[in-house]
T-cell receptor, first 112, second 118 residues
C-alpha cells in the first residue's frame, strides 16, 4: 500500500507570491491534516479535512487555506508569502474520524 | 487545552543499550490517545507506537514500548537494544478521543534528539 505522498518535496518562492502544496493520502483514508514545522515554533497544527469538510483549524492567519477533493487528496495554499512561512509542511492521513495518523515526507518551503 | 512536555532536548545512548525518552502531558480530556513519532533528518514523521488512555496494558511494538503512568500523566518511550538507525528526533504527541467531532488534531512536544553511538 502506498504511503502518504506530498508534492513537491522542495520549493523556493519569493515574498509576496502564493504557493500550493499537495497531499495524496493513503488509499482509503478520509482524513487529511496539515502541520507546519519550524525550528522556533515546533510542530503546529494548521487544519484537518474529513470527507471534503474542514473539521478543525489551527491558529494561523487567513493566508493559509486548504481544501480536500472527493478522492481525499488535499491541497494547502499560502497566499502573500512571508519569510516566516519558510518551514517543513507535513501532511498526515488517517483512516477514520479518529485514527492513527501517518505522515508524508513533507514539503520544505523556503521563502526568499 | 492539551500540552506535551519533553524535557530532554538531546540524549546519547550506546548501541545495543536501552534508552527511555520522557514525555509528560496535561489535558482536561477524559479520553485521549498518546503517540510517539520518529523523525529522521529526511523529515518524514514515522509512527512508532500508540497508547489509549483507557488501555490497561502498556503498548508494545517490536523494540518500542510505552511506559504509561496515567496518574503521573507520563508516557515514556522505551527503545530496547538501540541501533545506529535509531538516531533521529523523537516526538511525543496526543489527541483527544471524542466520540463525535473529535478529529485527528495532534498536539506535539518539542522533541528529543537521540544519538546512538558505537
Amino acid at each position: 500500500k502506498a504511503g502518504v505522498t506530498q508534492t513537491p518535496r522542495y520549493l523556493i518562492k519569493t515574498r509576496g507570491q502564493q504557493v500550493t502544496l499537495s497531499c495524496s493520502p493513503i488509499s482509503g483514508h478520509r482524513s487529511v491534516s496539515w502541520y507546519q514545522q519550524t525550528p522556533g515554533q515546533g510542530l503546529q497544527f494548521l487544519f484537518e479535512y474529513f470527507s471534503e469538510t474542514q473539521r478543525n483549524k489551527g491558529n494561523f492567519p487567513g493566508r493559509f487555506s486548504g481544501r480536500q477533493f472527493s478522492n481525499s487528496r488535499s491541497e494547502m495554499n499560502v497566499s502573500t508569502l512571508e519569510l516566516g512561512d519558510s518551514a517543513l509542511y507535513l501532511c498526515a492521513s488517517s483512516p477514520a474520524a479518529q485514527g492513527r495518523a501517518f505522515f508524508g515526507q513533507g514539503t520544505r518551503l523556503t521563502v526568499v | 487545552a492539551q500540552k506535551i512536555t519533553q524535557t530532554q532536548p538531546g540524549m546519547f545512548v550506546q548501541e545495543k543499550e536501552a534508552v527511555t525518552l520522557d514525555c509528560t502531558y496535561d489535558t482536561s480530556d477524559q479520553s485521549y490517545g498518546l503517540f510517539w513519532y520518529k523523525q529522521p533528518s529526511s523529515g518524514e514523521m514515522i509512527f512508532l507506537i500508540y497508547q489509549g488512555s483507557y488501555d490497561e496494558q502498556n503498548a508494545t511494538e517490536g523494540r518500542y514500548s510505552l511506559n504509561f503512568q496515567k496518574a503521573r500523566k507520563s508516557a515514556n518511550l522505551v527503545i530496547s537494544a538501540s541501533q545506529l538507525g535509531d538516531s533521529a528526533m523523537y516526538f511525543c504527541a496526543m489527541r483527544a478521543l471524542i466520540l463525535t467531532g473529535g478529529g485527528n488534531k495532534l498536539t506535539f512536544g518539542t522533541g528529543t534528539q537521540l544519538k546512538v553511538e558505537l
